[in-house]
């Protein structure tokens, strides 16, 4: 005779094992998944050490190092906070760091705070991009995350220096120092962004549009290759004196020092304005072909009359531009070394 109850409980318990197994399978694969993970976490940790170690990127310990980063890195994402640390010694991880940060703001910069001072502001030079700086979006957002860091939290001091930093390489986005359509070869995006990172590491507003038709403002900026920019900007009032102040930063942008303006007379005004005028600056083209791999670029900028004008050269030495531009750094108690 048919038990249909004992049909219901052989179901039931049937439905049980099926649900058990599957179960089982699933915390085992889990497991298996959890320990392949860390398993390739620690051979990309150690292929990492010992490159490091032995400090030769051709040699035969490191030529898994890029695999071995980008396995931390996927690491990283799956949520394994512990490989920061190591990954921090790579500066140019800029996607990766700029994710992190944003991702989870007090356990990156938290991280970041307990490396050395130079190691900082490496990370600071990665979350800004590098020397090519982020896209627009990207910045946007890199800063709201950083601005976001208040008085309060320990890491307020390490959000602080990397938003300086983040702001100076990507000064573009927050001054226009330059008209529209000012530089015209295909080295202009770089020309705009590398220009406006020096001027802002030296705390220098635009010059341009001029403020009014009184307004008589010169100034020089000074790129070497070698150490960090340095301006003379040379202010005219209406009665014809003068201010001149020199400005300097260090080549990795974290100091900048303004010395006090010095008092220029009228007739230095007079003279040096007659300079300009002797060279037909204002005539100058912006642009030259010119090539070196020493000196310095200069940026000579000129607002009167309600105009500006902007020329570029590169180690303009012994000509008459040269000699006027190391005649302003003379006015304000400084001498030109160099050919340039």
Known sequence: MYDIEQETMNRRYLKFFCVLIVAVVAIATTSYSDSSLTEKRDQALEGIALCLKHDDAAGRDCKNMNKNVQTLVDVYHQGDKSVLPTLLQFGYLTDFFGEALIGDPDGFLSAVARLPEPNQHAIGLGIAGGRFGLLRPQFDTVRASLMGVTGSSPNYRVARDCLRTLETENA???DNYFPPHTFMNDARDFRVHWFSRELHALEEKPLWPP????ERTYRITVLPALTGPESVTLNVALDGAGQIEFRSADARHQHMSAEKPLPISPQQAI????SLDRIQFLKMPTEVTQNGFDGADWIV?????GKYHVVLRWCPGKTPLGELGRNLFMLAGHKMSGGC
């Open 172 to 174: 573009s986005f927050l």
């Open 271 to 274: 003279d040096f304005s007659s």
């Open 301 to 305: 900028e000129v607002v009167q009359d």
């Open 211 to 214: 403020a009014s038709e009184n």
